[in-house]
């Protein structure tokens, strides 16, 4: 069937649902199909929404957007989201229609604009300021549309005052217990037999990350901020049970381009459903843009760490992260980071120096996003455990590939996959293992 016909079809029920004259009134009887071009189309769209009928105009734009062309289909979607977001308050399912556009045309820089201002608006922030870059790295913008960038670039903290992110995942994993598959421990009394729960255990998991947060206006460019998560990985042996929740609140400020981030709060954490450690810190995030396409992001933090299982381990914690993003293209970016960690325990055996360096590249190739990601970190502790015939030195390598698949979409979420090898080398033979792992589930895309 032709796309004028197509059009047609959805034309006359959407024209059904207007028109006030019965068919007797009609000089076109109702069974008779009318048929448009799109150019009639999107005149009777705008029509309509200009004229309050959403209903009527969305049933349109949505024919339009089934055009075998891509530039009727972008156009009709661009119009529909910004009718979405503006006149019917539904941004999640604007940023939907955005995304789309930019899976078949990723240098369309002003849809990235308009993306980036929809995720401003549903508290987004970073994935915002990604799409300002990716937008920026097209080099394509015209005068008019730089003004929007610096326009859109100072109202990012104009976010949605309330929101939240789910992610639900099967997750398999060769060691669930980040534990060694050798059968003893050596020690400076002799070889120790480990017990089977000592040793790495595989499992098929529940993988649960969930996230909810208020934003208060405490000014022009002051922001209160309030932040919960929670994060678990559940197991039919219950005794290899991890979850995690967090509280964090503090003030967000706006300067310039600049963000700043100050917050504090409880944590809490279990394992095989009973306490493992409780704490409480604070940390201090600043946001610098460098250019167009380059992102800085500087963080320092503090906690203080009560181990419920081993008082020898309650710790303060200091650390340090230094990171770059950078936007290459519209479509294909990365970024590094090098972090900083001490953890100064209650014994010297358990305090420890952690230095790391971690790196991700994504590329979006039509509507699947790829990210590959890899790390190295060293832990050295202060000193050797009594046990032990040598002081803790671990080297430890993670890489990791996932998707996320777009072109199937339920309410926001969509499917992802991610894949995950892991290597820790160590002196003490305890803490020497390897690991493989994957998650496949659904993550909220917007």
């Given at each position: 069937m032709e796309a004028a016909a197509v059009l047609g079809v959805?034309?006359?029920l959407a024209v059904a649902s207007t028109q006030d004259a019965s068919p007797a009134d009609s000089p076109v009887p109702a069974s008779t199909p009318v048929q448009l071009t799109p150019a009639q189309l999107f005149a009777f769209a705008d029509a309509a929404r200009d004229a309050g009928d959403f209903?009527?105009?969305e049933t349109a734009y949505r024919a339009l957007a089934g055009d075998p062309?891509?530039?009727?289909r972008s156009e009709a979607r661009f119009r529909l989201a910004l009718m979405l977001?503006?006149?019917?308050?539904?941004?999640?399912?604007?940023?939907?229609?955005?995304?789309?556009i930019l899976d078949g045309r990723p240098d369309a820089a002003r849809v990235r604009l308009e993306l980036a201002r929809m995720d401003a608006m549903l508290g987004r922030l970073g994935a915002a300021e990604r799409e300002i870059r990716a937008a920026q790295a097209t080099g394509q913008l015209p005068p008019d549309v730089e003004r929007a960038v610096r326009f859109y670039a100072a109202a990012l903290a104009a976010a949605k005052p309330l929101g939240g992110s789910l992610e639900l995942a099967l997750a398999p994993d060769s060691n669930i217990n980040r534990a060694t598959r050798a059968d003893t421990l050596g020690t400076i009394i002799g070889d120790f037999t480990l017990s089977e729960d000592a040793k790495a255990r595989s499992g098929l998991g529940l993988a649960a990350r969930a996230?909810?947060?208020a934003r208060l206006p405490l000014g022009p460019r002051v922001r209160l901020l309030a932040r919960l998560s929670g994060s678990g990985d559940f197991y039919r042996e219950s005794a290899f049970d991890d979850y995690a929740l967090g509280l964090q609140v503090g003030p967000e400020f706006v300067s310039g381009a600049d963000r700043i981030t100050l917050s504090a709060g409880p944590t809490w954490r279990w394992y095989g459903q009973q306490a493992f450690s409780r704490g409480w810190g604070g940390s201090a995030v600043l946001v610098h843009p460098l250019g167009k396409r380059t992102q800085l992001r500087a963080e320092t933090?503090?906690?203080r760490l009560d181990n419920q299982r081993n008082d020898l381990q309650d710790a303060t914690v200091y650390a340090a992260a230094l990171g770059l993003d950078r936007a290459f293209s519209a479509s294909f970016g990365g970024g590094v980071q090098l972090r900083a960690s001490r953890t100064a325990a209650r014994d010297a055996g358990w305090s420890d120096w952690t230095g790391a360096a971690s790196a991700y590249l994504f590329r979006e190739i039509g509507r699947t996003t790829?990210?590959?990601?890899?790390?190295?970190?060293?832990?050295?502790a202060d000193a050797r455990l009594f046990l032990y015939p040598e002081k803790r030195v671990d080297r430890r390598l993670s890489a990791g590939l996932s998707g996320t698949f777009r072109a199937v979409q339920w309410q926001g979420f969509a499917p992802f996959v991610r894949l995950r090898v892991e290597r820790n080398r160590s002196t003490v033979g305890i803490h020497e293992y390897s690991r493989r792992a994957a998650e496949l589930g659904v993550t909220s895309a917007f």
């Amino acid at each position: 069937m032709e796309a004028a016909a197509v059009l047609g079809v959805a034309l006359a029920l959407a024209v059904a649902s207007t028109q006030d004259a019965s068919p007797a009134d009609s000089p076109v009887p109702a069974s008779t199909p009318v048929q448009l071009t799109p150019a009639q189309l999107f005149a009777f769209a705008d029509a309509a929404r200009d004229a309050g009928d959403f209903t009527a105009a969305e049933t349109a734009y949505r024919a339009l957007a089934g055009d075998p062309d891509i530039e009727l289909r972008s156009e009709a979607r661009f119009r529909l989201a910004l009718m979405l977001a503006d006149r019917m308050g539904r941004v999640r399912d604007a940023a939907v229609e955005l995304r789309r556009i930019l899976d078949g045309r990723p240098d369309a820089a002003r849809v990235r604009l308009e993306l980036a201002r929809m995720d401003a608006m549903l508290g987004r922030l970073g994935a915002a300021e990604r799409e300002i870059r990716a937008a920026q790295a097209t080099g394509q913008l015209p005068p008019d549309v730089e003004r929007a960038v610096r326009f859109y670039a100072a109202a990012l903290a104009a976010a949605k005052p309330l929101g939240g992110s789910l992610e639900l995942a099967l997750a398999p994993d060769s060691n669930i217990n980040r534990a060694t598959r050798a059968d003893t421990l050596g020690t400076i009394i002799g070889d120790f037999t480990l017990s089977e729960d000592a040793k790495a255990r595989s499992g098929l998991g529940l993988a649960a990350r969930a996230q909810a947060y208020a934003r208060l206006p405490l000014g022009p460019r002051v922001r209160l901020l309030a932040r919960l998560s929670g994060s678990g990985d559940f197991y039919r042996e219950s005794a290899f049970d991890d979850y995690a929740l967090g509280l964090q609140v503090g003030p967000e400020f706006v300067s310039g381009a600049d963000r700043i981030t100050l917050s504090a709060g409880p944590t809490w954490r279990w394992y095989g459903q009973q306490a493992f450690s409780r704490g409480w810190g604070g940390s201090a995030v600043l946001v610098h843009p460098l250019g167009k396409r380059t992102q800085l992001r500087a963080e320092t933090a503090i906690s203080r760490l009560d181990n419920q299982r081993n008082d020898l381990q309650d710790a303060t914690v200091y650390a340090a992260a230094l990171g770059l993003d950078r936007a290459f293209s519209a479509s294909f970016g990365g970024g590094v980071q090098l972090r900083a960690s001490r953890t100064a325990a209650r014994d010297a055996g358990w305090s420890d120096w952690t230095g790391a360096a971690s790196a991700y590249l994504f590329r979006e190739i039509g509507r699947t996003t790829l990210v590959l990601d890899g790390s190295y970190a060293r832990l050295t502790a202060d000193a050797r455990l009594f046990l032990y015939p040598e002081k803790r030195v671990d080297r430890r390598l993670s890489a990791g590939l996932s998707g996320t698949f777009r072109a199937v979409q339920w309410q926001g979420f969509a499917p992802f996959v991610r894949l995950r090898v892991e290597r820790n080398r160590s002196t003490v033979g305890i803490h020497e293992y390897s690991r493989r792992a994957a998650e496949l589930g659904v993550t909220s895309a917007f």
